[in-house]
């Protein structure tokens, strides 16, 4: 996945609007399903349980339809990952998916760097290169800056490390198939 830029401005006023619009689809529905829920099946219920004495609960209908109403956004917004308007939203979303696989296996990746050979080996700076770049960009996004300090760290060490050894990549140079050769 190549890495393009993103307007920081447009990517998070999108965001804000999908999120409040998820969350009101989500209370809606919810409270549509446990209706509707509760009108078909709940009137077969007595009134007062006779073993406790308590009027009994519309809970599960309740939770029933709080999981319909994620089902159904979930559906929605599967939908609608593709349209123009998602475009900068879906990508972070896949950005941050590469980036829980390379954190699973940072350990083997970083390894490799530090046991590096020959040129074949190369593609442990290709991934560590795009994760922490990637990672950089995803950060200023979401407006995360606390950790940027510690990334900007590890960046130069990498940059020192290739520059020792001679190594030049880029970004672009990066294919998730790479990631195989480090579980």
Same mark, same amino acid.
């Given at each position: 996945m190549h890495l393009i830029d993103?307007?920081?401005?447009?990517?998070?006023?999108?965001?804000?609007?999908?999120?409040?619009?998820?969350?009101?689809?989500?209370?809606?529905?919810?409270?549509?399903?446990?209706?509707?829920?509760?009108?078909?099946?709940?009137?077969? +219920?007595?009134? =007062?349980?006779?073993? @406790?004495?308590?009027?009994? #609960? !519309?809970?599960?209908? /309740?939770?029933v339809g709080v999981i319909l109403?994620?089902?159904?956004?979930?559906?929605?917004?599967?939908?609608?990952?593709?349209?123009?308007?998602?475009?900068?939203?879906?990508?972070?979303?896949?950005?941050?998916?590469?980036?829980?696989?390379?954190?699973?296996? +940072?350990?083997? =990746?970083?390894?490799? @760097?530090?046991?590096?050979? #020959? !040129?074949?080996?190369? /593609?442990?700076?290709?991934?560590?290169?795009?994760?922490?770049?990637?990672?950089?960009?995803?950060?200023?996004?979401?407006?995360?800056?606390?950790?940027?300090?510690?990334?900007?760290?590890?960046m130069q060490a990498l940059q020192?490390?290739?520059?020792?050894?001679?190594?030049?990549?880029?970004?672009?140079?990066?294919?998730?198939?790479?990631?195989?050769?480090?579980?």
């Amino acid at each position: 996945m190549h890495l393009i830029d993103i307007n920081k401005t447009l990517y998070r006023k999108r965001l804000n609007i999908v999120i409040f619009i998820s969350i009101f689809c989500l209370t809606v529905l919810s409270i549509s399903f446990g209706a509707i829920l509760i009108e078909l099946f709940g009137y077969t +219920l007595p009134d =007062i349980d006779p073993t @406790t004495g308590e009027k009994p #609960s !519309n809970f599960r209908f /309740n939770f029933v339809g709080v999981i319909l109403a994620l089902l159904t956004c979930i559906s929605i917004l599967q939908q609608f990952k593709n349209h123009p308007y998602c475009f900068e939203i879906h990508y972070v979303m896949r950005l941050k998916q590469i980036h829980n696989i390379i954190y699973r296996r +940072l350990n083997n =990746i970083k390894k490799s @760097t530090q046991a590096f050979e #020959s !040129n074949e080996d190369i /593609n442990a700076f290709i991934v560590l290169n795009y994760y922490y770049t990637s990672l950089k960009q995803v950060y200023l996004l979401d407006n995360n800056t606390l950790t940027l300090s510690s990334l900007e760290k590890d960046m130069q060490a990498l940059q020192q490390r290739m520059t020792a050894l001679d190594i030049k990549v880029n970004t672009d140079q990066f294919e998730r198939a790479m990631l195989i050769d480090y579980r």
